[in-house]
């Protein structure tokens, strides 16, 4: 398994309050990306991190802020957490690579009510 | 923009084999990729092919490409009762800079496998 940690796994939270979930891989991969998946619509592109302290918009990122301070992490916040942003979140990485270089991590399942 | 297309259920016997198609739009797509995935668990990439290949054959799996009419399709030989999965078919245009991971997917056809 590629070394991707998502955290947390599961989480409840209230709607307008701040949520942020971490990815956190071992592999030093420049590229680090935030999708989620809702049934439907297989997976969104949120957004995405081409090295530290930059990154980019997807197409889904309204609502959604990234920061990227080392290599090894990258942080998805929703501000104020709406519940139309419940979803499963997946962090992938990917090196200069292509193809088989592309891996996902075990997701986060975040319920806003 | 892009867009992939995937039938939503398909249910086979054990032992049959599994076709799952997949059609995209985009016409500059360089990489097409077949991901997995199982119940409350992430994606698993199956394979890939590039958009210059017409097939790749790995194991049990067969994909096949026919650009002219954008369609993309997995060849799962002698189903078994694990595969039953979600099947995701993606697509990544550009070969450089930030394209990547920067993947367009289908809505993922339900594979059911019965003994």
């Known amino acids: 398994d590629a070394g991707i940690t998502q955290s947390p796994r599961h989480k409840v939270t209230e709607t307008g309050t701040p949520v942020t979930l971490r990815c956190h891989q071992t592999e030093n991969h420049r590229y680090m990306y935030w999708y989620r998946q809702d049934p439907g619509h297989g997976l969104r592109l949120i957004h995405y991190s081409y090295g530290v302290k930059d990154t980019d918009k997807g197409e889904v990122s309204d609502g959604y802020s990234v920061s990227r301070s080392k290599t090894e992490d990258f942080l998805l916040t929703l501000e104020s957490a709406t519940s139309s942003q419940t979803s499963v979140y997946f962090c992938?990485?990917?090196?200069?690579?292509?193809?088989?270089?592309?891996?996902f991590g075990e997701g986060s399942w975040l319920t806003v009510v | 923009g892009e867009d992939v297309e995937q039938s939503l259920f398909l249910s086979v016997r054990e032992g049959d084999s599994s076709v799952i198609n997949c059609t995209y739009t985009d016409s500059s797509s360089t990489y097409l990729y077949w991901y997995k995935q199982e119940p409350g668990a992430g994606l698993q990439l199956l394979t890939y092919?590039?958009?210059?290949?017409d097939m790749k054959q790995d194991q049990r799996l067969t994909v096949l490409l026919n650009k002219k009419d954008k369609h993309l399709s997995l060849r799962i030989a002698d189903t078994q009762t694990g595969d039953s999965a979600i099947y995701f078919c993606?697509?990544?245009?550009?070969?450089?800079?930030?394209?990547?991971?920067?993947?367009?997917f289908g809505q993922g056809t339900i594979l059911t496998v019965h003994p």
């Open positions: 092919i590039f958009s210059n290949m």
């Open positions: 993606a697509e990544s245009a550009n070969a450089g800079g930030t394209s990547y991971g920067k993947l367009t």
């Open positions: 992938a990485i990917s090196g200069t690579g292509v193809g088989n270089t592309i891996y």
